[in-house]
């Protein structure tokens, strides 16, 4: 289960990342062109403001206990009712560049979560979340995804384990 716990917070890191950068960006903008150009000195305050939100906001999730993901699994694994996972491939006039894998979380209440991770390591994860969720529907099909779009709960399956069957530490 580290597997997925590096992956979320890998992307926590990076977004945490990115809004910085919207931040430097836009105050850097702002600071420069105060006294030549009001447009992109309003610019920049604006991107600044921006950054300075997406700051706080990914400061706040940047502890991955709690994450909302994470907390599904542990205390309420019955609300996700499909997973699925999607490997990209970059491969430019036939050259093989990288892999990448998506895991996909479809909640019973019709939100999702996705996770991007080493498409070396979805498989892993993947056999651990089986066990985990034996209630829950794998894989991807036409039908499936419609299925979601209508009714979630019907991807549940009838048949499951107990959860207090399971103990792990994510």
Known sequence: MR????AILRELRG??????VLLAFGSGLCVLTFK????????????????GKLVVDTTANLRIDNHLLLNYLRYQPQHIVWVYSVITERTPFGIHLFRKG???FK???GSDFTVGMQASKL???SKFLMRLLPHATFGYTVDREYTFRVSPERLRKEK???DDDFNFNI
């Open 15 to 20: 977004q945490f990342a990115m809004s910085l």
């Open 102 to 104: 998506t895991l996909h």
């Open 3 to 6: 597997n997925l716990r590096n």
């Open 123 to 125: 498989k892993l994860v």
């Open 160 to 162: 499951g384990g107990d």
């Open 107 to 109: 909640l019973a209440d």
């Open 36 to 51: 030549m150009n009001v447009v992109f000195s309003i610019i920049g305050l604006g991107l600044s403001m921006v950054g």
